[in-house]
C-alpha cells in the first residue's frame, strides 16, 4: 500500500510543478483525533509540494481494522468530507481538485450505499474528481466504492434508489 501511495505521489508531484498532495488517514477512536471522539478521518498533511512531508506522513499512516464501523477505522464519508474541505483551503485554486482513496480492508455493513451515494454527490457538486484504490481481493467492498465513484462521476442509477 506505502509502494502504491509513494508511485502515485511522486507522479502527481513530477507531472506538474503546481500539483499539490495531502494526506488523510480514515482514523477509528484515538487520542489524538480532534476533539478526542470518534472522528472519521484524520489530516496529516494538508496539501502540499514537499516531498519530505508528504512521504513522512505516508509512512506515518497506522494500520486500522477491519473495517466494520466507523470505530475500527474506516469512515469513507467523513474522510472523503474532510478531504473536500482540505482542497477548498488549498494555496493553487487554478488546478484540478481530486480525491484518491485507497481502501484495503473490507467495508462492514455500516457503510451504507446511500450515504456513499451522498458523499459522492457533494464530490460532484463541489467539482471534485474522485478515484479509489482497491488493494486486496475484497469483492464486498467493490459495489459500495462503485457507488461513490458513479455518484460523484454523475453515472449510474442516479436516483435515490
Do not use: C
Not at 126 to 137: C, F, P, Q, R
Not at 142 to 151: G, K
Amino acid at each position: 500500500q506505502h509502494d502504491a501511495a509513494n508511485l502515485l505521489v511522486n507522479h502527481k508531484t513530477q507531472s506538474n510543478p503546481e500539483s499539490t498532495v495531502g494526506v488523510i488517514a480514515m482514523s477509528g477512536t484515538t487520542a489524538t483525533t480532534v476533539g478526542g471522539g470518534a472522528s472519521g478521518a484524520q489530516l496529516l498533511v494538508s496539501p502540499t509540494d514537499d516531498m519530505g512531508k508528504i512521504l513522512a506522513a505516508l509512512h506515518g499512516v497506522p494500520t486500522r481494522g477491519p473495517g466494520a464501523s466507523t470505530a475500527s477505522g474506516v469512515d469513507i464519508p467523513a474522510s472523503v468530507q474532510v478531504a473536500s474541505l482540505a482542497l477548498k483551503h488549498r494555496r493553487n485554486k487554478n488546478g484540478m481538485q481530486r480525491v484518491v482513496v485507497f481502501v484495503g480492508s473490507p467495508l462492514g455493513d455500516e457503510v451504507d450505499n446511500r450515504i456513499l451515494q451522498r458523499a459522492g454527490r457533494q464530490l460532484k457538486k463541489n467539482n471534485v474528481a474522485i478515484d479509489v484504490v482497491a488493494l486486496g481481493e475484497l469483492e464486498v467492498n467493490e459495489e459500495r466504492l462503485r457507488v461513490l465513484v458513479d455518484a460523484a462521476n454523475g453515472t449510474g442509477a442516479g436516483g435515490g434508489g
